[in-house]
């Protein structure tokens, strides 16, 4: 092969992976909203809001920014669009990354052996061969990383950790260039510390990468006077970047946007939302909890990877040990550091924080792959050869992974936050706390969109918190205004439990219920009142939340709707459509069955009036378009 294409190679290698990623990710992008946080922060980045802890500034800014350019889609594609750009980027600088890591630690390995007199027979016959080598090996490790199914998830929609996952890998690629540099000089940390900056503006979990900086740095620094020096300016960089990033809570707070997420506007309030604190509660429960995660963590990865490419990391970081004792240790120690602190968060959709271990994996990879593919003599001149290892690492996870995270067909969501809403009348209160599956993107339709926006959507679980209650009088202040004087008691006694002091956790629920009930009965009968079915089914049932006297619950749609008196209450036919997707997993799963129990349940209620024939209509609806959903047997029979 010419010198001349191999250089074109080594110029052109990381765009043209990240450019080939990027088009594989157009195939599985979501067109719309999809579980859990995405309707939040698309409706967050197209308004300029605050998001949930930590506001996630510099992810609302940059998405706002591009959200203003005059692409021919709607807001939520485009914001799943820039999460595509941020994770192809990304791969592009990790390609780099470890092009620059394998040269430099080769180099390295060159000069020792030219101290031992053995140096000139090796590149005689090695040279050509390791050059083309080190290019396949980073492209090769670059789509191992791009095709993992946890980074390939947040290529797919609108999510904080694609930009971080961007932020990673600039921030590997900035550390290990001015590592390997051979100049000195006061400032070269400058960029480290920007990028570390821009890292910590978006997501809190740049801390992860810390012992990777800190082992580099004093690596080649050592601990003197000058290396204190480079610190304190590294500093004055980091330090005034984040400030100026994290201004934007409080300057845009106090305008009191439609989406202001822990009212950020005072020093209380900024410390306790860029801080977390509301989900500290799930770091660090238990030893169990830990050793449950860390189970899911490896019995994962050959879900996240393929054997093969476990394989050559495994390989890698024997021959890393070999070659470079001191990368090894470094990537080692800070592999085990993000994983063993991530392992600690007890949520349910942890696997975005193992995104910073993945990339690690994949650099493990790299040094496996070099060493295989240089064990094998792969020849720079034999084309096939050449390209055959990068294809094998594209289509394998194209034939095994596509489908686990392909959202290009989601509408679950979009069709059961509108069809749900849609199900109520004009000025209808909803009250649920189904955040990963409806109310999350009803923010969107309703902010962004400006889907019936007569509607209230009320989440029982942030009517625990104190900010909640500005933002409901923000957008919908006729709701609230009869309860001023309950809801200042429930803040009164809710104080003292948000600044860690002592507090009455029973004076606290006492309100908290309080506030429950007169929602409905301050807004009843002036606007139609709806429960969610896990209200219903969970709270209810045990006895935590009840109704005003004189009213009870009936199955409508897709809800339950508060009436007065037994007469018959007529509900709307289920004349809507969800798309479902052929693999559904649990966030649609759950859908799918919400949806099968409440037409049953409304069938049922349907039979009580002795209304067969419209019973009839609900339960076809059931096995038209939830043919896997159990019906009763005594409401089955009336349908066979």
Not at 44 to 72: D, N, R
Not at 395 to 424: A, C, H, M, R, W
Not at 601 to 613: G, H, M, Q, S, V
């Amino acid at each position: 092969m010419p010198d001349k294409f191999i250089s074109l190679l080594e110029r052109y290698s990381a765009p043209l992976t990240a450019v080939i990623s990027f088009i594989i990710y157009l195939f599985t992008i979501a067109p719309g909203v999809i579980q859990i946080d995405s309707g939040e922060l698309a409706a967050v980045q197209s308004t300029l809001g605050i998001a949930h802890p930590t506001g996630y500034p510099l992810f609302t800014i940059t998405g706002y920014l591009f959200l203003l350019l005059p692409l021919p889609f709607t807001k939520i594609f485009s914001a799943n669009l820039l999460a595509a750009i941020w994770c192809s980027a990304g791969i592009g600088f990790f390609v780099k990354t470890v092009q620059m890591l394998l040269t430099n630690i080769l180099t390295e390995l060159a000069a020792e052996k030219k101290s031992k007199n053995k140096k000139q027979k090796i590149v005689e016959t090695a040279a050509p061969v390791s050059s083309i080598v080190i290019l396949i090996s980073s492209i090769t490790a670059g789509f191992i990383l791009a095709l993992n199914k946890t980074y390939w998830m947040q290529s797919n929609s609108v999510e904080v950790y694609s930009l971080q996952a961007f932020l990673f890998s600039l921030i590997l690629f900035a550390s290990i260039k001015i590592y390997y540099s051979k100049e000195d000089k006061l400032n070269d940390w400058i960029y480290a510390a920007l990028f570390f900056a821009l890292g910590f503006s978006n997501h809190m979990t740049t801390f992860l990468i810390i012992p990777f900086i800190a082992i580099l740095f004093f690596n080649k620094e050592k601990f003197n006077l000058r290396s204190l020096k480079k610190i304190g300016t590294g500093l004055l960089v980091f330090i005034p970047v984040l400030i100026l990033f994290y201004s934007y809570l409080p300057l845009r707070a106090s305008a009191n946007p439609a989406i202001n997420w822990g009212s950020p506007v005072n020093w209380e309030n900024i410390f306790r939302h860029v801080s977390g604190r509301q989900y500290q509660v799930w770091l660090f429960v238990s030893a169990d909890s830990a050793k449950r995660q860390l189970i899911y963590f490896l019995e994962n990865l050959p879900a996240e990877f393929s054997y093969l490419s476990l394989l050559f990391a495994a390989v890698g970081s024997f021959q890393l040990f070999k070659l470079s004792k001191k990368m090894f240790w470094t990537l080692l120690v800070t592999f085990v550091f993000a994983a063993g602190y991530s392992i600690n968060y007890d949520i349910v959709d942890i696997d975005s924080y193992f995104l910073l271990p993945y990339m690690i994996v994949s650099i493990f990879a790299a040094l496996g792959i070099y060493k295989i593919a240089d064990y094998l003599h792969l020849k720079s001149a034999n084309l096939v050869q050449l390209f055959s290892v990068p294809i094998i690492f594209v289509i394998t996870p194209i034939v095994v992974t596509s489908g686990k995270v392909d959202q290009s067909g989601q509408f679950t969501f979009e069709d059961y936050t509108k069809s749900l809403i849609n199900s109520t009348e004009k000025n209808s209160i909803i009250f649920s706390y189904q955040w990963d599956y409806f109310v999350s993107s009803s923010y969107y339709f309703q902010h962004v969109e400006n889907f019936r926006k007569d509607v209230t959507v009320i989440d029982k679980e942030l009517l625990r918190r104190s900010w909640y209650y500005n933002q409901i009088k923000t957008n919908h202040s006729e709701v609230i205004e009869k309860l001023e004087p309950d809801i200042n008691n429930f803040l009164n006694a809710l104080k003292p439990f948000e600044r860690d002091e002592k507090f009455d956790p029973d004076l606290l629920e006492k309100y908290y219920r309080t506030i429950m009930t007169k929602l409905i009965s301050e807004n009843y009968p002036q606007r139609n009142y709806y429960i969610g079915f896990e209200l219903v089914q969970n709270e209810m049932q045990r006895g935590e939340f009840s109704l005003p006297e004189g009213l009870q619950l009936i199955p409508h749609l897709f809800l339950y709707k508060v009436v007065s008196g037994n007469d018959y209450a007529e509900a709307p036919l289920p004349n809507f459509t969800i798309r479902f997707p052929k693999e559904r997993g649990k966030y649609a799963n759950f859908i799918y069955t919400v949806v099968g129990n409440m037409l049953a349940e409304r069938a049922a209620y349907e039979l009580r009036f002795n209304k067969i024939d419209r019973a009839k209509i609900y339960l076809e609806k059931i096995k038209k378009d939830l043919p896997e959903y159990q019906i009763p047997a005594q409401l089955a029979q009336i349908v066979n």
